[in-house]
């Protein structure tokens, strides 16, 4: 048996501009880290005893007999894609609800390559692996979704990923002290909103009309730079803060799907209580709202949100 666990992640400052629909023309940049909450994934070989060829448990139970049977979307079409002959058993489960902006879409995606090729012997380098899951969700699944989640999930870690107009990416580890490191992650908050959106359906709302948003888009890739240096310095983080304010305000213009009047309550309530910035993580709609707020805030921004 095969187990891969691949983790959810978090985007500072970026996010758009890793579509191939920008990139592709004028490049594009992401500040991202990866979470300690995670996709799990078995796989194993099915014994040739059962009536069914194909398990997969995930939300549903399903068994089947053929690839076509297969009703979750990934799983059809990475086992084609491998063009694996014999039997599997596919199990997953996760620390996070899907659909939450978390990148759980792209974590199981990569998961299942990843432990796929394991159960078939075979190996793949991290970059590999990252192409090959944004290949799946792009192309063979035809989802409206970018290039950042697939990269975040397979290299993990605290990264500055950049995207080429001939699509190919690096990924830049940020090497910082265990102070600054901790510093940064006690400014840190996510709450779960309870909204529940397909990233694709809100995304589909700006990424069809990408070059009507060339202004704001160019901001906030600049915005990968200024978070970049703020954290790279000794500055202090306050302004790391302000700038995800900034952001998250170029973010809403871009479509009227990315917030709504319940987000942007909470939003609000969290500011008051003493929240600098914050952003919905993801394409927005819903999910998880991140927040950056001095430590001693975070109570009082805890029992606000709560009430």
Request: hydrophobic residues 40%; proline residues 4%; aromatic residues 8%.
């Amino acid at each position: 048996m095969i187990i891969s666990r691949t983790p959810y992640r978090i985007s500072f400052f970026g996010g758009g501009t890793d579509y191939p629909g920008w990139y592709r023309q004028h490049g594009g940049a992401v500040l991202s880290t990866t979470i300690n909450k995670y996709c799990y994934l078995t796989c194993r070989y099915l014994p040739p005893f059962f009536e069914h060829k194909f398990r997969v448990v995930w939300s549903k139970i399903e068994l089947g007999q053929s690839l076509e049977e297969i009703e979750h979307p990934a799983v059809r079409a990475v086992l084609r894609h491998l063009a694996v002959a014999r039997g599997v058993e596919l199990h997953h489960d996760g620390d996070l609800p899907a659909r939450s902006g978390m990148g759980s879409s792209s974590a199981f995606t990569v998961g299942l390559l990843h432990a796929l090729y394991g159960l078939l012997g075979q190996m793949r380098s991290k970059a590999e692996l990252a192409k090959e899951g944004i290949y799946v969700e792009q192309e063979l699944l035809q989802e409206t979704v970018g290039s950042q989640d697939q990269i975040a999930a397979e290299y993990g870690g605290l990264n500055h990923i950049t995207f080429l107009p001939n699509g190919e990416f690096s990924v830049r580890p940020l090497i910082l002290s265990p102070e600054r490191v901790c510093e940064l992650e006690s400014h840190l908050l996510l709450f779960y909103t309870g909204i529940r959106r397909t990233a694709a359906s809100v995304a589909q709302s700006y990424v069809t009309k990408i070059e009507a948003q060339r202004r704001q888009l160019r901001i906030m890739k600049d915005m990968v730079d200024e978070g970049l240096s703020i954290i790279s310095s000794g500055q202090s983080l306050t302004a790391f803060g302000e700038l995800l304010h900034e952001g998250w305000l170029v973010k809403q213009s871009l479509s009227a799907q990315v917030s709504n009047p319940e987000i942007d309550g909470l939003y609000a309530t969290a500011r008051a209580a003493g929240a600098i910035g914050g952003k919905i993580t993801g394409a927005g709609g819903g999910g998880f709202l991140l927040l950056f707020a001095p430590p001693e805030t975070h109570l009082q921004i805890k029992q606000a949100l709560c009430n």
